[in-house]
């Protein structure tokens, strides 16, 4: 029986999932592909952890040892960053060997220079888990609706944020308080900045955009606001309407050119993506044939996300002997057909919006502020307008609009928030219907 061997580069919570996952289903893998797949050699800082967790196979703490280790196959990418991933992951294809990462990152930020040195190498690079964990999403893209022109694609992709907005609408809680609770759990890193201001979601919404509409890697152009400046008064006013706050990463394709943006977004409570709660991750894909289809699953974890990485080496071990012919193309296209779509700015965006004011309690602001919308060409589709608590002179108007362009909005919004009885700055969350 042919044997695949395997270099892990990092044993931690992916490396030590995905070893843990290739040895308990070994038999099921070998199965399945026919090929045995053993991990030989593994890289990791911490001599100790790793020679208790991975005692048949030979471990180093020099990374680049792996790399070069002419016994090695295909070299597991798990230590994350884009800067010593970069050359080791290069330095492998140089050598010929095979790669599979889950490193959004490194793929979003490098992929286009990677991808070409894999071809001219003839190796193959693999990453279906740097998007969504152990949902198959890379592969229902590349293989699955390849017979779609695929329109958009909108996905809850960091569980991180998805655990503190789900927290914060059932619990009534702020923000800082439920990011405290989501770093005692572990759903948030000490630091959470990539996480909570959407970075590491569009670091996977660049790669998933990349795949739906053949166009290379393009994270420097995506547009992307995170959820720190969410307020819990907010979740609770779009709750009152029917809707639900997530933290979206969408991108479309017009003839004006490829939307891609992270934010909040507005769903209406009665989708199914709306209704994603807690660290789990969703993925709308909606193609011209099949109509809009959903992924659900486990976004991060140890063993979610190394089904991901251990269905890749399969798909290496199957493939390993094929010509670049004959292997599904990276970015789901042929190399020669992918094409250099333009991003269109945030301002040439379309969307609903939900607006929410702080208006003095008196005859005639409201009108005022329909007409700087009506002016702007932005029709209303629903309001709610509070009364003001006791002894207080000003109340909350919360606006929800039908679609207009981005800049039309932001010229509104400059225009309530210059009015003498609207105080603070104007709350705008854009909104999404998703389907219908």
Known sequence: MKQLNVGILG?????????????????????????????????????VNAKALASDADVTDDAFAVVNNPAVDVVVELIGGYTLSRELVLKAIANKKHVVTANKALIALHGNEIFAAAKANNVIVAFEAAVAGGIPIIKALREGLGANRVEWVAGIINGTT???????????????????????????EADPTFDVEGIDAAHKLTIMSAIAFGM??????????????????????????????KLLGITKRSDSGVELRVHPTLIPEKRLVANVNGAMNAVVVKGDAVGPTLYYGAG??????????????MDV????????????????????????????????????????????????????????????????????????????????I???????????????????????????????????????
């Open 216 to 245: 290379p890697m393009k994270f420097e152009q995506a547009y992307t606001e995170g959820i720190t400046k969410l307020e819990q008064v907010d979740i609770k006013y779009a709750e009152e309407l029917g809707y639900r706050v």
């Open 300 to 313: 991060a974890g140890a063993e979610p996300t190394a089904s991901a990485v251990v269905a890749d080496l």
């Open 11 to 47: 044993l931690g919570t992916v490396g030590g999932g995905t070893y843990t996952v290739l040895k308990r289903n070994a038999s099921e893998i070998t199965r399945r592909t026919g090929v045995a797949v053993k991990v030989v050699q593994v890289a990791d800082r911490n001599l």
């Open 317 to 396: 071990a199957r493939l390993i002997d094929a010509t670049s012919a004959q292997r599904v193309p990276y970015l789901a296209f042929q190399p020669e057909q992918v094409q250099d779509l333009a991003i269109l700015p945030i301002d040439e965006v379309q969307s609903a919006y939900y607006l929410r004011l702080r208006a003095s309690d008196k005859p005639g602001v409201l009108a005022d502020v329909t007409k700087i919308l009506g002016d702007r060409s932005i029709s209303i589709d629903a309001m709610l307008q509070k009364e003001p608590d006791e002894n207080e002179t000003e109340a909350d």
């Open 162 to 188: 998805n655990f503190i907005l789900t927290e914060m609408r059932e619990k009534g809680l702020n923000f800082a308080d439920v990011l405290g609770e989501a770093q005692r759990l572990g759903y948030a």
């Open 398 to 436: 919360v606006i929800l609009t039908h679609i207009t362009v981005e800049k039309n909005m932001n010229a509104a919004i400059a225009a309530i928030e210059s009015l003498e009885a609207i105080s603070g700055k104007v709350v705008r969350i854009r909104m999404e219907e998703l389907a219908k």
